[in-house]
């Protein structure tokens, strides 16, 4: 995961979803992506394994202005958030657990 970061920020009621309180895995998706499915188990399995942090994941095709937003062009895209909500990673494409946990390194 080793995309930039802004400092724009999300809150619960923008993405739909609560926040994690130490940090937040937001994965846009959409329905026949195969690699969404794998990052998915990926996330979900990081947000177990780290107190505090939690996996959203939005249906791209659903949110077209969120989409619009913020330039997310492909799916999956991970956004990873710190605890207010500041997005401090954003990679395109299936990411490695290593990579998912190092990134969260970043917003804990």
Same mark, same amino acid.
């Given at each position: #995961? ?8 999300? &809150? ?11 940090? +937040?895995?937001?994965?846009? *998706? ?18 177990? #394994? ?18 619009? &937003?913020?330039? /997310? *062009?492909?799916?999956? +895209?991970?956004?990873?958030? &710190?605890?207010?909500?500041? /997005? ?8 490695? +657990?290593? &990579? ?7 917003? /804990?």
């Amino acid at each position: #995961m080793n995309g930039q970061a802004g400092a724009e920020r999300l &809150d619960a009621a923008r993405l739909g979803a609560e926040l994690g309180e130490r940090a +937040t895995l937001v994965q846009f *998706s959409t329905a026949f992506c195969q690699p969404c499915r794998a990052t998915r188990r990926t996330l979900a399995e990081v947000a177990g #394994m780290v107190e505090g942090v939690a996996h959203v994941e939005i249906d791209a095709e659903a949110r077209l202005a969120l989409v619009r &937003d913020l330039g /997310i *062009s492909r799916t999956p +895209t991970v956004l990873v958030l &710190d605890a207010g909500g500041r /997005i401090v990673r954003r990679a395109e494409g299936q990411p490695r +657990t290593v &990579d998912v946990v190092a990134a969260l390194g970043r917003a /804990i």
